[in-house]
């Protein structure tokens, strides 16, 4: 098995094909340890509180996409997720804990309970990912190729059958009975983003070029505070647990507007309105009663912002943040091309519908890494001619600062057909493939607004937008 991809979600999944008894190769454009899984802020949710229960999680994740939710998945995700802790922890990871030895549970915003699993205050990916990276490194039945970057998916006879890489020294494809793709997500196509570079939909063009469908491409959540910071700090994300401990949004001029819990596109939204109502670029986040202590490392980039919270209202607006849709997979991670899994953010299970409930991706990555792992090692053995004259795809054209702005302000948090048009011509395929997919749907939902459909349509309630490898989309109600 061959898994591309080591943040949160490549690692797991590699990590649990291991244990099972597989082979497995780890690709990795990254030294391990620097995917962007590491910068993840948000924990894990999870029903762990006497008072929680998997249902009532499930609840608050319906209710949070917006009609959107393919409620099998999202079912899967709840049940689940308390076991991934569980195993986690006996993997390694130390997760928050409250002076009595119990897990200290977060409440963030769309959530009725306290539900969400820190490691480290807001720096949970980089605990987590260090953690596995090292567990990774020290498998004997892992192989890990750092520095080296899928180019391409080989389809042979219909079917998934190894990948082409570049970069550094070694092989340029690799064979392999199955392929797992946990490769990130796409919010770095748009210009102002929390994102790294990196994330710009890689992993969606290479198997969208093997014959994968892709789903819900014009759903990218905006997360409504990041800093609007000209000193080194833009973009930067503040997690929405500090929001959770107390934390305020208020308007230029000093008022309170929106429930600072609420779900995100609701939140990103009210900001927005704020921000074309008054004229004024951001709006403000007040810290100074939240404890710096529980928060260190977003209370140091702050810092380094020449910000200080403790004194100062922290500038911030929303930004591209997470993408909900991404390869179409079912609740074992198989895409439509038999041998080809993708978990994570680049795969789309429908969980997330039109508005991810907070800290449901970085479980996610873990419940269904592992269920990506255990398909796959069913999958049948590589034969030895999979490679015989296959060839890498053409490379697609590179992401300009042309097109990302253009996508930010074509199909940013609000848009409508005049200004998503224009992007169905734009260089990059990924740009085109998201504005057809925003184009096809008609109606306001979750973190897709049109200005010239403002209201939800019911006809669309639990559709999906499929982007089929002709490039046309086509509607799906997924069970």
Known sequence: MTVVGAGAAGLYAALCAARDGGRVTLVSATPLAESASYWAQGGLAAALA???????????????????????????????????????????????ADRHGRLALGLEGGHSARRVVHAGGSATGRRVTRQLSALAAEHPSIDVLEGRRAVGVIVADGRCTGIFLKDAAGPPAVASAAVILATGGAAALWARTTNPAGATGGGLLLAHAAGATLADLELVQFHPTAVASTNGGDGFLITEAIRGEGALLLSPSGERFVDELAPRDEVARAIQRVMSDTGATSVALDMRKVDPALFPNVITALHGAGIDPSRQLVPVSPAAHYMMGGIATDLEGRSTVPGLYAVGECACTGLHGA???????????????????????????????????????????????????ALWERAGIERDR????????????????????????????GAHQRRDFPDPDPAFEGLHVMMEPSGRPAFDRWV
């Open 418 to 445: 005049d200004g998503l048009w224009p992007l169905r011509e734009d260089p990059h395929p990924l740009v085109r493939l998201i504005a057809d997919a925003a184009l096809a749907r008609t109606e306001s939902r």
């Open 355 to 405: 508005n991810r409930l907070a800290s449901n991706s970085l479980s996610e990555c873990f419940v269904f890494g592992a269920r990506a792992a255990r398909a796959a090692l069913a999958e049948p053995a590589a034969r030895a001619e999979a490679l015989t004259g296959a060839k890498p795809p053409p490379r697609p054209p590179a992401l300009t600062d042309a097109s990302r702005i």
């Open 50 to 96: 006497a008072d929680d229960a998997p249902e009532r999680h499930l609840r608050d994740t319906v209710i949070a996409g917006r009609g959107a939710v393919r409620e099998s998945a999202a079912r899967v995700l709840c049940n689940e997720a308390p076991g991934i802790v569980k195993d986690l922890t006996e993997l390694g990871v130390r997760f928050d």
